[in-house]
């Protein structure tokens, strides 16, 4: 489930998992992030703040799904990840992703395509596709290596293994890293105060100008 909310010049999209089960980006998952994102694109805000529940972030797709699917239609979800990610990358807001627990497979695609990401002390990060034997559909493989050291991003996406928000911080992939809950809110409180104080003009020609796309008005 996905809830949004506007408050002022900040929007906040909240992914809930259902009982007992951390936030698979699936067809109908992905299908509500993209609705409420293109709402919220065409809002007034100037600042967009995603975060999950549940001591979860986003851990990517069921692979028992996909595991199902033929050629057209692995292409076809791996098509719709990518409009998802596109649409954060273009849109004029500024988006932060917060990061409290596990952020896993596709999740890390979905960090990726945020402007900033910070995370609690305690969250986890991993891209297994090398212990599966897979190569992510959503374009990780590219996006991660961009935002992170060399080295670091080699290791990360090599080994498959999981590791820690202060190894992620020095990678270059966090923005910073909070000891609590209470202060990652309020780390993104003094950053979306600093960025709602700017144009809306001069933030979408800033992400134009960094990333590469066409920027949204």
């Given at each position: 489930?996905?809830?949004?909310?506007?408050?002022?010049?900040?929007?906040?999209?909240?992914?809930?998992?259902?009982?007992?089960?951390?936030?698979?980006?699936?067809?109908?998952?992905?299908?509500?992030?993209?609705?409420?994102?293109?709402?919220?694109?065409?809002?007034?805000?100037?600042?967009?703040?995603?975060?999950?529940?549940?001591?979860?972030?986003?851990?990517?797709?069921?692979?028992?799904?996909?595991?199902?699917?033929?050629?057209?239609?692995?292409?076809?979800?791996?098509?719709?990840?990518?409009?998802?990610?596109?649409?954060?990358?273009?849109?004029?807001?500024?988006?932060?992703?917060?990061?409290?627990g596990f952020c896993m497979g596709g999740g890390m695609d979905f960090a990726a395509s945020c402007d900033f990401r910070y995370a609690t002390g305690k969250s986890k990060f991993a891209h297994p596709g090398a212990k599966l034997g897979i190569i992510t559909g959503f374009g990780g493989t590219q996006a991660i290596p961009r935002l992170m050291q060399s080295a670091a991003a080699s290791?990360?996406?090599?080994?498959?293994?999981?590791?820690?928000?202060?190894?992620?911080?020095?990678?270059?992939?966090?923005?910073?890293?909070?000891?609590?809950?209470?202060?990652?809110?309020?780390?993104?409180?003094?950053?979306?105060?600093?960025?709602?104080?700017?144009?809306?003009?001069?933030?979408?020609?800033?992400?134009?100008?960094?990333?590469?796309?066409?920027?949204?008005?």
């Amino acid at each position: 489930m996905i809830e949004t909310r506007i408050e002022g010049l900040t929007a906040h999209i909240r992914l809930v998992p259902q009982t007992g089960q951390f936030t698979l980006l699936d067809v109908e998952t992905l299908k509500e992030i993209i609705k409420n994102l293109r709402m919220v694109r065409d809002s007034h805000a100037k600042t967009v703040r995603i975060y999950g529940e549940g001591g979860c972030f986003a851990v990517g797709a069921d692979l028992r799904t996909l595991s199902k699917y033929n050629g057209f239609e692995a292409k076809w979800f791996s098509k719709l990840g990518n409009t998802m990610f596109g649409t954060i990358r273009t849109m004029p807001q500024v988006v932060i992703a917060e990061i409290d627990g596990f952020c896993m497979g596709g999740g890390m695609d979905f960090a990726a395509s945020c402007d900033f990401r910070y995370a609690t002390g305690k969250s986890k990060f991993a891209h297994p596709g090398a212990k599966l034997g897979i190569i992510t559909g959503f374009g990780g493989t590219q996006a991660i290596p961009r935002l992170m050291q060399s080295a670091a991003a080699s290791e990360f996406l090599i080994t498959g293994n999981a590791f820690d928000a202060e190894y992620m911080k020095r990678g270059g992939f966090l923005n910073g890293v909070a000891h609590s809950k209470e202060e990652l809110k309020h780390m993104t409180d003094i950053l979306c105060e600093k960025i709602n104080r700017k144009s809306r003009v001069l933030l979408s020609g800033f992400k134009l100008s960094l990333d590469g796309s066409s920027a949204i008005f």
